[in-house]
């Protein structure tokens, strides 16, 4: 009987009934399958199907840029010392011979310039955290625009909001660590931004840098939480994530045979494990690649920070361009209240970004109350089926992409041979005009998608070939869908809008309708209304004009 073990009068393990007792390997596992039910648990998930499609790749690439940090920056933290203590440099870098710096600064040189692939390391952790965000980013976007959001996958999308925020915040501790003139400038920009808090921001501000800027306490501070504090909540929900994942079985895209109850894929182990191992090489060679050939960061061409000056053109890492651009673009108001000074140009931009961030939180749970849908959804949308939701998430792309434009104001005039303030002023107007823009441009490219889907279904593909009928008319032959494609086209429901129903019964009585509930219709017909969609072809339009008697 395969599989079968029995012992023996000298107590060996004799697997398939052959008589020769177990190795010492065996053994082992079965010492750790009678404690751990390694084996039972092995056996259940081992061949567990995920779908096959290059879209779910993201996931992948973020999980292994994520690796590609640990490993690299476990041989960092060997070597750099976060001590605001000051020190003249003496090492290999010449030109910053005799300048006085942090011991910060000149631990980050002579990791560059002394130690063995030092330079290399560095380049491929700052670029594995580029990538990192990066691809959480457009890995929650491909998220938002299929509705793989919906239930019961909320508290992950809340996991992977919460690792994008947590990677953000991550990277700001990361490159101010060096204590380069641009680090440094990035520092201040977050110490104005805390002081604009009211009431409490200079007692936070004077917290985190011992005093007043730039503080002696500062890089110190941020060197565990950047190290230790922060990577280990990231792996933690990491984790977490990856076992809802597995839990919750994957999504998969509309195709036949395809259904909210089953998987269509490759098997965990050996197939899709070997396709994951391959694809993390994959990655940390394209890392290693960029690292090699491009450059990023040279902290030793920026100089030491000093409180008196800044680097032209200092800009953050594009994923904090948003913020910056929100200032940057803000006209700079005050206001006294209460004997405080309010700067409105930069509180409010500060409060505006997690603002727009928590909306993108908070928006699984937003539509679901529009819905009222409690059902489990596992066959992902096609986004030209949902254009409401579809446009909602261009609009915020391009406000971030109009908010970036504002963080390098000063290097687009100069480049473009432009006036600062002609970029800025488009920056503000483009704020509230470019997402209202976007998102009537995307519902109408969506509206018309499915309108011609619907004639593909009713009509075919046109085929090029003209064809004269018996009384002289000339027509194009249409190709009719497989039923594969027929079947993708037409899957996906249309249901009606909530209606809060009419506001006077048969009887004549006033209903009371809550203005919730109001508003819930309103928003319900506005995203999933006649307006907002176009009617797919029915059984019966179908038959009637493939029946034979049309041309």
């Not at 041989?75 to 003496?90: Q, R």
Request: hydrophobic residues 45%; aromatic residues 12%; proline residues 6%.
């Amino acid at each position: 009987m395969d599989g079968a073990r029995s012992v023996s009068s000298d107590g060996s393990v004799i697997r398939g009934g052959r008589g020769a007792p177990a190795g010492r390997g065996e053994k082992a596992a079965d010492w750790a399958d009678g404690r751990l039910g390694a084996y039972t648990l092995a056996k259940a998930q081992m061949r567990k199907v995920f779908p096959d499609h290059w879209s779910f790749m993201l996931g992948e690439i973020c999980l292994y840029s994520f690796i590609v940090l640990i490993l690299t920056g476990v041989y960092l933290t060997l070597f750099f010392e976060p001590s605001s203590a000051e020190v003249v440099y003496t090492g290999s870098y010449e030109p910053l011979n005799g300048i006085l710096m942090t011991r910060a600064f000149e631990s980050t040189l002579d990791i560059s310039f002394d130690l063995r692939g030092g330079l290399l390391i560095r380049q491929i952790h700052h670029w594995a955290a580029l990538v990192f965000v990066a691809g959480m980013l457009v890995h929650m976007m491909r998220v938002f625009f299929t509705g793989a959001f919906r239930k019961p996958r909320e508290i992950n999308w809340l996991f992977g909001w919460t690792l994008l925020m947590l990677g953000m915040i991550t990277g700001l501790t990361g490159y101010s660590l060096p204590d380069d003139l641009l680090s440094g400038t990035g520092l201040r920009f977050a110490q104005g931004a805390i002081l604009s808090i009211p009431v409490v921001g200079t007692y936070l501000a004077f917290f985190l840098f011992g005093g007043e800027f730039p503080g002696t306490d500062i890089i110190p501070r941020l060197y565990p939480i950047h190290i230790l504090l922060l990577p280990g909540i990231m792996l933690a929900l990491i984790v977490a994530h990856l076992i809802l994942v597995v839990y919750h079985k994957h999504t998969q895209y509309p195709g036949p045979g395809r259904t909210q109850r089953n998987v269509v894929g490759m098997p965990l182990l050996p197939v899709y494990m070997a396709k994951a191992g391959g694809f993390f090489f994959l990655v940390f060679g394209v890392l290693t690649l960029m690292a090699a050939v491009a450059t990023i960061n040279p902290v030793w061409a920026y100089g030491p920070y000093r409180p008196d000056l800044v680097t032209t053109g200092a800009q953050p890492d594009w994923y904090l361009g948003f913020s910056e651009g929100l200032i940057r673009a803000m006209p700079g108001w005050e206001i006294d209240l209460f004997g405080h000074t309010l700067a409105l140009g930069v509180l409010i931009p500060f409060m505006l970004f997690p603002a727009v961030m928590l909306a993108i939180a908070v928006y699984p749970f937003f539509e679901a109350w529009i819905t009222g849908d409690r059902r489990e959804h596992h066959i992902l949308d096609r986004p030209r089926n949902v254009p409401v939701r579809t446009g909602l998430g261009v609009a915020w792309l391009s406000l971030y992409g109009v908010a970036l434009i504002g963080g390098g104001n000063d290097i687009i005039a100069v480049r473009f041979h432009l006036s600062i303030n002609a970029v800025t002023w488009f920056v503000r107007v483009s704020f509230f005009a470019v997402p209202v823009l976007a998102f009537i441009v995307t519902q109408r490219i969506c509206l018309g998608l499915q309108r011609r889907d619907r004639d593909k279904v009713l009509h075919g593909l046109e085929t090029g070939t003209i064809k004269r009928l018996p009384h002289g008319e000339y027509v194009e032959v249409h190709a009719p869908l497989s039923q594969a494609r027929m079947f993708t086209l037409t899957q996906h429901e249309q249901p009606e809008p909530y209606d809060p129903g009419p506001r006077v019964d048969a009887n004549g009585v006033t209903r009371r309708v809550r203005n919730t509930d109001r508003l819930r219709a309103r928003l319900a017909r506005a995203m999933y209304g006649t307006d907002a969609r176009v009617a797919k072809p029915t059984p019966e339009e179908y038959r009637e004009l493939t029946s034979g008697d049309h041309h």
